[in-house]
């Protein structure tokens, strides 16, 4: 088994929040050392990063709240798991016109829920969305993570042959998604500053807004060239 911790990453060097703010978030630990005292983990800023970690910061960092603790068990998965770019289409059209697959993934919310890229309405819009865009971290730290894979997923698909090359389209696509993570990130900063001086407001409505239209724009496109 491996244990998966919810940690204030405000105690964890090596990760963004360190010493600026407090920041729940889960880490793998895949080992330990008691001559020098540090558990060995994985986390994430930005990318993947691997370090150790004095077991007296674990501890202050929420080691001791057994609720947090997750155990995952390694098993090898014996069934061969293929590519499938018919889901794929599906899923990126449900995304880009925020439609409810709650019953066929078996993952049921709330039915006053929203999906995909109607989020951004709620979060722009509501009283209760701005609220929470403004005042949960969090919340832009999904928002980029949502972003940065669509980079890693168009690189895949160009090699596997599902966007051609040469496609002009592809060549704006990757850029527009680029730009969608530098706005995600940009977004994610702007956030933190403002909790601390509550002088950041409209500021963060902006930057969630121009994200909100490189998505519509990237996702538009994606389904015409896939």
């Given at each position: 088994?491996?244990?998966?911790?919810?940690?204030?990453?405000?105690?964890?060097?090596?990760?963004?929040?360190?010493?600026?703010?407090?920041?729940?978030?889960?880490?793998?630990?895949?080992?330990?050392?008691?001559?020098?005292?540090?558990?060995?983990?994985?986390?994430?800023?930005?990318?993947?990063?691997?370090?150790?970690?004095?077991?007296?910061l674990m501890n202050k960092s929420?080691?001791?709240?057994?609720s947090d603790i997750i155990r995952?068990?390694?098993?090898?998965?014996?069934?061969?798991?293929?590519?499938?770019?018919?889901?794929?289409?599906?899923?990126?059209?449900?995304?880009?016109?925020?439609?409810?697959?709650?019953?066929?993934?078996?993952?049921?919310?709330?039915?006053?829920?929203?999906?995909?890229?109607?989020?951004?309405?709620?979060?722009?819009?509501?009283?209760?969305?701005?609220?929470?865009?403004?005042?949960?971290?969090?919340?832009?730290?999904?928002?980029?993570?949502?972003?940065?894979?669509?980079?890693?997923?168009?690189?895949?698909?160009?090699?596997?042959?599902?966007?051609?090359?040469?496609?002009?389209?592809?060549?704006?696509?990757?850029?527009?998604?680029?730009?969608?993570?530098?706005?995600?990130?940009?977004?994610?900063?702007?956030?933190?500053?403002?909790?601390?001086?509550?002088?950041?407001?409209?500021?963060?409505?902006?930057?969630?807004?121009?994200?909100?239209?490189?998505?519509?724009?990237?996702?538009?496109?994606?389904?015409?060239?896939?």
């Open positions: 088994y491996y244990p998966v911790i919810c940690l204030d990453e405000y105690y964890i060097p090596n990760r963004n929040a360190y010493k600026k703010y407090h920041f729940f978030h889960h880490n793998l630990v895949y080992g330990y050392d008691d001559i020098q005292k540090v558990y060995m983990t994985v986390g994430y800023a930005d990318k993947l990063v691997y370090n150790n970690i004095l077991y007296d929420g080691l001791e709240r057994e995952i068990k390694n098993v090898k998965n014996k069934n061969k798991l293929c590519f499938d770019i018919d889901k794929v289409r599906h899923m990126i059209y449900d995304y880009a016109f925020g439609k409810d697959n709650n019953k066929i993934y078996d993952a049921y919310l709330d039915e006053n829920s929203v999906y995909g890229l109607k989020i951004f309405d709620e979060l722009i819009k509501t009283d209760r969305g701005r609220k929470l865009v403004l005042e949960d971290v969090r919340i832009s730290y999904i928002l980029y993570e949502h972003c940065s894979p669509m980079s890693d997923r168009l690189t895949y698909m160009r090699k596997k042959g599902y966007i051609e090359t040469d496609d002009i389209n592809y060549r704006k696509l990757s850029d527009i998604g680029a730009n969608m993570v530098n706005v995600a990130r940009s977004l994610n900063l702007m956030i933190v500053k403002n909790i601390i001086s509550k002088q950041n407001e409209e500021k963060v409505i902006r930057e969630l807004k121009k994200l909100y239209a490189l998505e519509q724009e990237f996702f538009s496109l994606f389904l015409c060239i896939i």
